[in-house]
Structures are given as structure tokens and as C-alpha cells.
């Protein structure tokens, strides 16, 4: 059944089914942003491939406000279907469509007008600077179409369906790699031609994936009306504390790479190519808080906590299952999986050592994000920006700091892998004492 009821049936088989196509998902997102910059290296050059990473960071900013946002969509949504409260879940539908749309159309205008200034404050090299506007301006104008397609995907996600998502983000993969060299080098746009082939493939993806839910009935979607204030209120109550969990991670890996920067460059870039496999690594970590995520959300919008609690032990024993497997792939092959990004001798060994040391702490991070996928569920938002300040600012960035000073740069990652325990540790304490079961967003009736 593509529209998966969690508040019965097998929990475990479940989680496994579900969680799946979210880990694909995921992987077919960071592909695409890897094809990108593939062919902007080779058929723009460096300086081009410098204007993306630039302009990457303003759009990743503006991607982890969606994430936000779709965390308080997945909460809401899932608890809707839990309590089988159909009109609430389409005037909370209602509500996330109007204020999306009036965020993109905001944020578009903003960036838009703003890019140069940005690109400036964050001390872009004049030589690239005029390219970076350009493709950032590009990816402004068709932002509406990067916060549709994340939505429909959540929106599909929370009611229980992890499937259909891949068939509009394969679209949008499959349709950049194709039309990227023909913006850039056939029709001569550049750097220009491969952000038009961006929003291009992302349109057609929200389109497509637009056109299933209506076309299949997948969701209720309304004709869009006025929201009430009330609806509006919770969405930003839960949405903007999820946004700010984005940027407390983003500010602390930050920190984190001053430590990294203080080791020369040949570490910086055997850390760098390891940072690009771990996003890669963690992935089935993350498709496993996701999916979480929407499950616990029904059982707790349909009042059954013994459930709850099924979902987060499954979860956590899935987790070490599949992330012991990727321990060991790490470990084998770090030193081969690091040469696919940088060849110099000094760069591959710190690389290679940093993820054998770090691989060992792989199922802690699993942890983390299956109890934060719980304890989000239950709305308990705030709680979960409150974990990200201590796992990053009080545990990974000080660790790493300490370590490093004793440990030379081998204390990189005993650090990072020290704060993975550390705080996996704080967040059972939470789950297993804290408040979060008390959190309730909707009266059983089903008004908020």
C-alpha cells in the first residue's frame, strides 16, 4: 500500500520498507549537486567552480530554512493522519501551500535584489564576484520552485508515502545532468547555463510532482484559501526553531573547520574530500530520522505512546544493523574512497585516517537522529535546537579544540567522534526522562 497506516501492522518491517526509498531520495539529492559542479569544473573552469561554492552557501542557508519548515510539516501532517482527522490535515495543507508561497515569493524578490551585497559582506574575491551574482541572482528567480518540490515530498513522506518522491527528484537528476552541458557549452550561457538548467529540472520535477498528487488523489489538497491564524501560528512556532536547528549545524561545522584550517592546507583538503564522504555515509542515518519522524508522528497523533516507543528501539537496532555494514566499507576502502577527490600523498592519509578513526562512531550519530526524529514528532522543537547548541557548540567544536592541541591533527577526528558519543548519550537521557510525551498540539477532537 503506497499510503502506509504506522499506527498498525509490523514496526520493524516497516521502518525498513519506508525508510529505503527516503535513503535513495537522499542519495539521488546529493548526486545532483554533485553532477552540478562536475560539469561546471570541467566545461567553465575554477573560477566558475568557485562562484557555485560562493553562491552555494546562500542557497544552502535558504535550504535549511525549507528543511525547518518541512520538519514542522512532517510534524503537523503526520499527527494529522495519526488522529485520521482528514479536514485537519487540508487546512493545515492549506496553510503550509499559502505561507510557502508567500515565503518563495518574499525570498526570491529579497535574494534577488540583495545578491551582490551578500556575495560582498561574505568577502567574495572581485574576480568571481560578478559571476557568483549572476548564478545566485538565476537561482533566486526560480527559487519557488526548490521550496515546491522539498514540500511535496514531505507532504508525500508524512502521509506515508517515501516512493513517489523518487520519481520527481530522479526527474530533476536525470534532467540537469543532461541539459547542464547544453545551457553551458551549446547555447554558450556558462555559468549562466548551468543555474537555468537548475531551475529548469527543479521545475519540471515540482510540476511533475504536482501533477501526481493531484492527478492520483495521493493528497487532499484544497483549492487554496486564507489560513487561519491559529494554523499559521503553530507552523511557525514549530517551523522556525527547526529552521535555526539548520543554522546552529551549519555555524557549527564552522567552527569546527577554523580548527581544521590551523593544519595547513594538505589537511583542509583530505578533510574536505572525507566531509564529502560522510554526507554520503551518513545518509542512511539520516533517511532513518526522517522516517521516524513520520511514524512516530501518527502513533502520536493517534495517542498510542507504547508504539512510540516500538518505533524508537527498532529504530535505533536498524540503525546499528545498517551503519555497522557501513563501518566496516569505511574502514575497508577510506584510503580509495578518499584519491576519487584529491591525490596528494599528505591530503589521502590524513583523509583516510580521520574516517577510520571517525567510522567507529557512525551508529552514535544514528542514535541522534533517530531519538531528535522522535522527540520532533512530538512538536518538542525547541528541545531539539536546544540538543543541536550542545552537540555542536558545547561538545563537538571544544572537543575538536582540545583534542587537536594534544592529539595534532590525528585529534580532528577523535574529537568530532568523541562529541558523536557524547551527545547520543545526552539525547537517551532526553527521550528516556524528558518532557516531550507531555507535548500536545492537538486536542484529540483534532483542533489545534
Known amino acids: 500500500m503506497r499510503h502506509n497506516d504506522f499506527t498498525q501492522g509490523n514496526l520493524f518491517k516497516q521502518i525498513v520498507l519506508f525508510s529505503g526509498p527516503i535513503m535513495l531520495t537522499n542519495l539521488l539529492q546529493v548526486s545532483y549537486q554533485f553532477i552540478d559542479s562536475l560539469w561546471v569544473g570541467n566545461l567553465v573552469g575554477a573560477d566558475a567552480l568557485g562562484a557555485v561554492a560562493v553562491s552555494s552557501t546562500v542557497i544552502f542557508t535558504v535550504l535549511s530554512f525549507i528543511i525547518g519548515i518541512n520538519g514542522a510539516t512532517l510534524t503537523i501532517l503526520s499527527q494529522q493522519k495519526g488522529m485520521a482527522n482528514e479536514d485537519g490535515l487540508r487546512r493545515y495543507l492549506n496553510a503550509f501551500v499559502v505561507l510557502l508561497t508567500v515565503m518563495a515569493v518574499a525570498l526570491g524578490a529579497l535574494g534577488f535584489a540583495l545578491s551582490g551585497s551578500i556575495l560582498r559582506w561574505m568577502g567574495t574575491p572581485e574576480s568571481i564576484l560578478p559571476l557568483a551574482k549572476s548564478y545566485l541572482q538565476i537561482n533566486f528567480i526560480g527559487i519557488v520552485f526548490l521550496f515546491g518540490y522539498n514540500f511535496i515530498g514531505t507532504v508525500l513522506r508524512a502521509t506515508g508515502d517515501s516512493r513517489t518522491p523518487i520519481r520527481f527528484v530522479l526527474l530533476a537528476v536525470v534532467l540537469n545532468t543532461g541539459i547542464d552541458p547544453l545551457f553551458i557549452s551549446g547555447f554558450g550561457l556558462g555559468i549562466d547555463g548551468a543555474a537555468y538548467a537548475t531551475i529548469l529540472s527543479q521545475g519540471f520535477a515540482f510540476m511533475y510532482g504536482l501533477y501526481l498528487i493531484l492527478r492520483r488523489k495521493l493528497v487532499p489538497f484544497p483549492v487554496p484559501f ?193 562529541s558523536f558519543v557524547l551527545s547520543s548519550v545526552i539525547s537517551l537521557l532526553y527521550y528516556r526522562f524528558g518532557a516531550w510525551r507531555r507535548k500536545e498540539l492537538f486536542r484529540r477532537s483534532g483542533a489545534a
Do not use: C, H
Open 226 to 418: 486564507i489560513p487561519a491564524k491559529t494554523e499559521v501560528s503553530l507552523i511557525l512556532k514549530l517551523g522556525v526553531p527547526a529552521g535555526l536547528q539548520m543554522m546552529v549545524v551549519s555555524g557549527g561545522l564552522m567552527a569546527v573547520m577554523s580548527v581544521v584550517n590551523s593544519f595547513g592546507s594538505a589537511v583542509v583538503a583530505g578533510f574536505g574530500a572525507a566531509g564529502r564522504l560522510d554526507s554520503v555515509l551518513l545518509l542512511p542515518a539520516q533517511a532513518l530520522g526522517s522516517a521516524v519522524n513520520s511514524m512516530a508522528g501518527q502513533n502520536i497523533g493517534a495517542g498510542n505512546q507504547a508504539r512510540v516507543r516500538q518505533i524508537a528501539l527498532y529504530g535505533i537496532l536498524y540503525n546499528f544493523l545498517i551503519m555497522s555494514v557501513v563501518v566496516l566499507l569505511t574502514v575497508l576502502f577510506a584510503r580509495v574512497a578518499v584519491t576519487l577527490f584529491v591525490q596528494q600523498e599528505e591530503s589521502v592519509d590524513f583523509g583516510a585516517q580521520y574516517l577510520r578513526t571517525i567510522a567507529w562512531m557512525y551508529p552514535f550519530v544514528g542514535i541522534n537522529f533517530v531519538l531528535n526524529g522522535i522527540i520532533r514528532a512530538s512538536g518538542a522543537m525547541f528541545v531539539v535546537l536546544l540538543l543541536n547548541i550542545v552537540s555542536f557548540w558545547l561538545l563537538r567544536y571544544p572537543l575538536t579544540l582540545l583534542l587537536s592541541m594534544g592529539f595534532a591533527e590525528r585529534g580532528i577526528g577523535l574529537g568530532i567522534g568523541a
